[in-house]
């Protein structure tokens, strides 16, 4: 497992998607190359699609920790997408 | 700039378009876009734009909505008859999107007032209906250095081309000057389907929406014309004119100027 620092970190448990995904999205585009973010997530939908649509737009999962209360705690390296012109 | 819960939510399905994103969103919502024309091509263009976040979008039109228009205009309704079209048009603007400031000029765009208007804008759209418009517009855009989006519809055709200082021809390069009165059908005998309307102005809005987040290749350098019961698309490419009166090594136009209008009273 990667040593990370935690940069930045958000709780999306208390909306819904796709706003679960937005707001991680957005969270990640206000961090810089290599930074980390903590993203506190419900189970079910969420944890199953967020952690999936976070790597498609090129970011690095480091980490899902369950915490035992129905939410996880994703951690997120920010990848600069090199697809985008 | 932070987003509200409530803004992530109304602009989630493009925030999660990766060409747009939460950059691509606050550049919309940081422009500003005018719209000349509250007819069949600003409708659609100004409701997308309002729906889309633009932050500042000015409308100008010295008509006010007639029961005629409303076969294609969708931003006014039947209580609006009578009504000032760009108040009826921010009025539905505003209900789509409160977020959007709506600036209105009640007025005819003219030689005299299209420098000053435009100076506020990052881009603008020509939804008017006529020739000697679409010249002016132009004019007023290549001598101010604004990008700005052509559009024009008659019956089941519409044609539409975007100009962006410094690439690809303008409007004048293409078409020179108006034709003459007489070859320019009537009101009464032109006609147009009203969603026409829709795919013309909607493309307007699609162009200045590209052109803000800076993604997409533009209409620069191309018509698209449209022909609706042919159920085609053609992308004509056209260069830029050395000679072009306005935009050419050496424009004879150095000011904006109105033709005269031809007269249409139905």
Known sequence: MDDFAIDESIDITDVVCPVTFVKAKVALEELEEGQVLSIRLNDGEPVQNVPRSIKEEGHRIIKLADNGDGTYNLIVKKVENQGET | ?266
């Open chain 2, 1 to 266: 700039m932070a987003f509200s819960n409530e803004q992530l939510e109304r602009y989630s399905r493009h925030i999660i378009l990766q060409e747009v994103g939460a950059k691509g969103q606050k550049k919309l919502m940081d422009a500003k876009v005018l719209i000349i024309g509250a007819g069949g091509l600003g409708a659609p263009a100004a409701l997308y734009l309002a729906a889309a976040g633009v932050g500042t979008i000015g409308i100008a039109d010295a008509d006010e909505v007639d029961l005629s228009n409303l076969q294609r205009q969708v931003i006014h309704s039947t209580p609006d008859v009578g009504k000032a079209k760009v108040l009826s048009a921010k009025e539905s603007m505003n209900a789509i999107n409160p977020e959007v400031t709506v600036n209105t000029y009640q007025e005819f765009v003219d030689a005299s007032n299209i420098t000053d208007l435009i100076a506020d804008y990052d881009f603008i759209i020509d939804g008017t209906d006529n020739f000697p418009a679409k010249f002016l517009i132009n004019d007023a855009c290549v001598l101010s250095k604004k990008p700005f989006s052509h559009a024009g519809i008659i019956r089941f055709k519409g044609q539409l081309m975007t100009y962006v200082p410094g690439a690809g021809p303008c409007y004048r390069c293409v078409f020179r000057e108006p034709p003459p009165p007489e070859a320019v059908p009537t009101c009464r005998q032109a006609g147009v389907i009203g969603a026409i309307g829709g795919i013309i102005g909607s493309l307007q809005a699609m162009e200045t929406v590209k052109f803000i987040i800076g993604k997409g290749d533009l209409l620069t350098g191309s018509l698209l014309t449209y022909d609706a019961l042919k159920m085609e698309f053609r992308k004509i490419k056209l260069p830029k004119a050395k000679n072009c009166a306005v935009c050419g090594e050496s424009p004879s136009i150095l000011k904006p100027f109105d033709y005269e209008q031809a007269v249409c009273k139905l």
